[in-house]
């Protein structure tokens, strides 16, 4: 038929596009800011999604979410709550009873802030936004080795849970989980940030605090030494200012 080649190139143009969809974990922390701004170099267009799960800081980080997709001009985006997290418990991110620990940047072990089994919460309801819109990935922004050591944290569960995805998607459905991030020290990931000009100064990493960062919990620690080992000046508000090179 003569007529046929013309609309079979229309449907490909179509899924072309389509592929240019990627879906982004967006916590409004320094990891996830880092990893939209990779990203965004690597696909045609971004869509946020945003997670709180009672997690103490969850109206400032949101905001955070808020400024960040504005910053990269994403109109899709999509904010859930997973209160389940939060009544479950287990957490001192998510239960006042259990208090946020000083930062102790040499513990050996799994710290309270470890919200049981949340990267798996955050990625199966990505992957369902990914799959109703047709997106060929889904970012985020978790790191392994140079952070807090949580294990879904850790490349084999996402390898693991990328076959999840394979088998409980429709057939035809395509996504990949990836990691840009998972294998940097904080510091390159700092690096990479100044490199791709992603605003840190719209992202809030600390547990504790809302206005002004409190620089002692794990997540501050965390991230000032990230910023002094890169040798640049974190733009956010701390408590004490002395406490930027604390660690
Ligand atoms: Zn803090």
Request: proline share 4%; hydrophobic share 35%.
């Amino acid at each position: 038929m003569g007529g046929s080649e013309e609309p079979t190139e229309v449907v490909k143009d179509d899924e072309l596009d389509r592929n240019g969809l990627a879906i982004c974990l967006v916590s409004g922390g320094m990891d996830s800011c880092v990893t939209a701004a990779i990203a965004n170099e690597e696909n045609d267009e971004l869509a946020f999604l945003h997670v709180s799960y009672g997690q103490r800081t969850e109206t400032r980080e949101r905001e955070s979410f808020e400024k960040l997709a504005d910053h990269y001009g994403v109109k899709s985006r999509l904010v859930v709550s997973l209160e389940q997290l939060a009544r479950i418990g287990g957490s001192s991110l998510t239960d006042t009873r259990i208090p946020v620990s000083q930062a102790d940047l040499s513990a050996q072990g799994i710290p309270s802030s470890y919200v049981p089994f949340r990267n798996a919460h955050l990625l199966a309801a990505a992957v369902s936004w990914a799959e109703v819109q047709q997106a060929s990935s889904v970012y985020i922004g978790a790191v392994a080795e140079d952070s807090s050591g949580y294990p879904d944290c850790r490349p084999e569960f996402y390898d693991a849970f990328q076959q999840v995805v394979n088998v409980g998607t429709k057939p035809e459905t395509r996504i990949e989980i990836r990691t840009p991030v998972i294998q940097m020290k904080k510091s390159e990931i700092v690096a990479k940030g100044v490199e791709l000009s992603a605003p840190l100064h719209l992202t809030w990493s600390c547990y504790r605090e809302s206005k002004l960062a409190c620089g002692t919990c794990d997540s501050c620690a965390l991230r000032l030494r990230a910023f002094r080992m890169a040798g640049i000046n974190d733009p956010i508000p701390y408590v004490l200012d002395s406490n930027r090179f604390a660690y």
